[in-house]
C-alpha cells in the first residue's frame, strides 16, 4: 500500500480502490496502477483496468471494432481485455484539475454500461480530492459519450455545429428544419431527436455526434447541477437497459 500526496491532501491506494467500487454486474473491479515515470505536470498519471466478472452472461452485439454482429449470449471468463482509462492529476495554485486523458475500449463490450459505471467510480474519486474542474479531449465514440456524460464545451457554445447537425440531418430527411436556439450545449446535440428520423439505427443527435462531428475539448464542473443532471439522465437510461443484455442484472444500478 502507498501514500499519494496533493498539495496538503493525501490518500492511500488501498482507499482509491474502495472509492473505485462499483455494482456493475460484469465488472469485479477497476483496478488503480500508478504509470512509472510520473506526470510532466508534477502531479499523477495514471491507468484504470476494467477487470472482468467471471461467469457473467452478457449479451454480445458487435465485434471488437464496434461493428453490430448477431446478438449471441457469451459468458465471461474473467480473462477478458474490456478496456483501460488513463487519468492525470495536478494542481493549478490551489485547485486540483483532473483529465481523462485516453481510453481504450474493446468495442465489443460498448453500450453494456462499462464506461458510464466506470465514470461513476471515477466522480466519486475525484470529489474525494476536492477536485472540481475535469477537462479532456473528445474524440471518436467520446463525441457522443462525454456529451451525454455532461462535459460542455470548453471554448464556447454549439456554435456551427448547429448548421452541421441541420445539414446532416437534412440530407435523410430534408424536411427537417432545427429551431437553432435551442442548441446551446454539447448535450443538446447529442440528445437531438428528429421525430421519424433513424440514421445508421441511430436517432439524428447521436448518429451526427458519432458520423459526422469533430472532436472537441470538453469541461465539466462537478459542482454544477445542470452538468450532473445531464449525466445522470443518460446513466439511468443506460443502465435500465441492462437487464435485457447482462443475464442477472438487477432493474436498477447505482447512478451516484
Not at 500500500?1 to 473505485?20: K, N, P, V, Y
Not at 441541420?166 to 428544419?177: A, G, K, L, Q
Not at 447529442?190 to 436517432?203: H, K, L, Q
Request: proline letters at 4%; aromatic letters at 10%; a negative charge.
Amino acid at each position: 500500500m502507498a501514500t499519494l500526496h496533493f498539495g496538503d491532501r493525501s490518500i492511500t491506494t488501498d482507499e482509491i480502490q474502495d472509492l473505485l467500487a462499483t455494482d456493475h454486474p460484469m465488472v469485479e473491479r477497476f483496478r488503480f496502477e500508478e504509470s512509472p515515470g510520473g506526470s510532466w505536470r508534477g502531479g499523477l498519471d495514471f491507468a484504470l483496468h476494467i477487470v472482468p466478472r467471471r461467469g457473467v452472461r452478457y449479451l454480445q452485439q458487435r465485434d471488437t471494432r464496434g461493428r453490430r454482429v448477431e446478438p449471441v449470449w457469451r459468458t465471461l471468463d474473467g480473462g477478458e481485455v474490456v478496456g483501460q482509462g488513463n487519468r492525470a492529476i495536478w494542481s493549478e495554485g490551489s485547485e486540483l484539475v483532473a483529465e481523462n486523458c485516453t481510453f481504450f475500449p474493446n468495442q465489443e463490450f460498448n453500450d453494456l454500461g462499462i464506461g458510464s459505471a466506470l465514470y461513476v467510480a471515477m466522480e466519486r474519486f475525484y470529489r474525494h480530492l476536492g477536485i472540481n474542474r475535469v477537462t479532456l479531449l473528445a474524440v471518436d465514440v467520446g463525441v457522443y459519450v462525454w456529451a451525454r456524460q455532461g462535459f460542455a464545451f470548453a471554448h464556447g457554445g454549439a456554435g456551427g455545429l448547429v448548421k452541421d447537425l441541420e445539414r446532416f440531418v437534412r440530407n435523410h430527411d430534408p424536411s427537417v428544419t432545427l429551431e437553432r436556439s435551442a442548441f446551446s450545449e454539447s448535450w443538446d446535440l447529442a440528445n437531438y431527436d428528429a421525430p421519424g428520423v433513424t440514421i445508421d439505427g441511430y436517432r439524428a443527435g447521436k448518429a451526427f455526434m458519432l458520423l459526422g462531428a469533430p472532436s472537441w475539448h470538453g469541461v465539466k464542473y462537478l459542482d454544477s447541477e445542470r452538468h450532473n443532471a445531464v449525466a445522470e439522465a443518460s446513466r439511468r437510461e443506460t443502465f435500465s437497459r441492462l437487464p435485457e443484455k447482462i443475464d442477472g442484472a438487477p432493474g436498477e444500478l447505482a447512478v451516484r
